[in-house]
């Protein structure tokens, strides 16, 4: 699986979208991009996941570079409870593998 | 909806005592997984299983087992529980089809004297 970089903290605005870098440089062409997220003290949530376009659902919107070295989670109106470590993860395929490697991710804190 | 759900919540052992953690999900997924979580640190795998009657080693057995005798259900043991296994321990299940997408229990938090 391709390394991934997140910077370490982040802060946000209640109501205001929040966007989330992930860097996947070496990434390969049959590699999708996963984000999580773990809220204090809970099991890690699987938010959205994707190859090359973007992808949106009900809980945040993943825009992924044309040449896919790079993406961005966006949280579009960030809420007190979308404070936590959200994980960018890189996987080969989506039927694939088993072991899911959480880095060290990014810690978003959302203030009032 | 039920999704994943661990037993014990909390639980404090005295080294060299035994424990199960059980783990049942309702969503028919094929793949579970047993995850433990270090503080300030990511999950590792323990162990995974693929299907009913069948587990795998994941990348930090020892000292764990595990059984899968029922779909539904992923059981893991600590013989002699050490203070090292002093950790949460979260389960997740998947489908065949997105195993990448996982689902996790809400975790157990045990301590070992």
């Known amino acids: 699986d391709a390394k991934t970089t997140q910077p370490p903290s982040m802060d946000c605005a209640e109501g205001r979208a929040a966007n989330l870098p992930c860097n996947h440089s070496?990434?390969?062409?049959?590699?999708?991009v996963y984000w999580y997220r773990q809220i204090h003290s809970q099991g890690p949530q699987y938010i959205i996941h994707?190859?090359?376009n973007n992808e949106t659902n009900e809980m945040a919107s993943l825009i992924i570079t044309e040449d896919r070295k790079s993406s961005t989670l966006i949280l579009p109106h960030a809420t007190l409870r979308d404070t936590a470590v959200y994980y960018c993860?890189?996987?080969?395929?989506?039927?694939?593998?088993?072991?899911?490697?959480f880095g060290e991710g990014t810690q978003l804190t959302v203030n009032p | 909806n039920a999704g994943v759900t661990q037993t014990p919540k909390f639980r404090v052992l005295k080294t060299g005592q035994s424990m199960t953690l059980l783990c049942a999900q309702d969503?028919?997924?094929?793949?579970m997984y047993w995850y433990r979580q270090d503080p300030g640190m990511g999950l590792r795998l323990i162990h995974y299983?693929?299907?009913?009657?069948?587990?795998a080693k994941g990348e930090v057995p020892d000292g764990y087992n595990v059984s899968r005798l029922k779909k539904q259900n992923f059981l893991l043991g600590l013989e002699s529980a050490a203070p090292s296994q002093t950790s949460v321990y979260f389960c997740?299940?998947?489908?065949?089809?997105?195993?990448?997408?996982?689902?996790f229990g809400a975790g157990t938090r045990l301590s070992v004297l």
């Open positions: 070496t990434i390969s062409g049959n590699e999708y």
């Open positions: 299983s693929v299907g009913e009657g069948t587990t």
């Open positions: 994707g190859l090359k």
């Open positions: 993860i890189v996987r080969v395929g989506e039927t694939s593998g088993s072991r899911l490697t």
């Open positions: 969503m028919n997924h094929e793949y």
């Open positions: 997740a299940s998947s489908s065949q089809l997105a195993k990448n997408i996982q689902y």
